[in-house]
């Protein structure tokens, strides 16, 4: 389908962390099928994130710790919102 296709094109270069798909979700496939730089990408993020936390020389919540709240997400914990103070 051409329409689609297109459609498809105009979000490849999009990164979005708020998928409401988040749980179904299968961009390193599953079981078998999963894909081989899966643990690499995963490994590359990780040492981004502490990299750029690295940047900071201090970080604080921006509300009492009761203010935070969680969602369930697959085997994890998140964060809708986390509001920080950093420096």
């Known amino acids: 389908n051409p329409?689609?296709?297109c459609r498809l094109q105009s979000l490849a270069?999009?990164?979005r962390l708020d998928r409401a798909n988040t749980r179904s979700?299968?961009?390193f496939g599953?079981?078998?099928h999963s894909c081989v730089g899966a643990p690499l990408a995963?490994?590359?993020l990780n040492l981004s994130v502490h990299s750029w936390l690295n940047q900071f020389e201090s970080?604080?919540?921006a509300v009492p710790r009761e203010a935070v709240q969680h969602a369930?997400?697959?085997a994890f914990r998140t964060f809708p919102e986390?509001?920080?103070i950093v420096s």
């Open 3 to 5: 329409l689609l296709r």
């Open 13 to 15: 270069d999009q990164i």
């Open 25 to 27: 979700h299968l961009a």
């Open 30 to 32: 599953f079981g078998i």
């Open 42 to 44: 995963r490994q590359e």
């Open 59 to 61: 970080m604080a919540l």
């Open 72 to 74: 369930p997400l697959f």
């Open 82 to 84: 986390l509001p920080l």
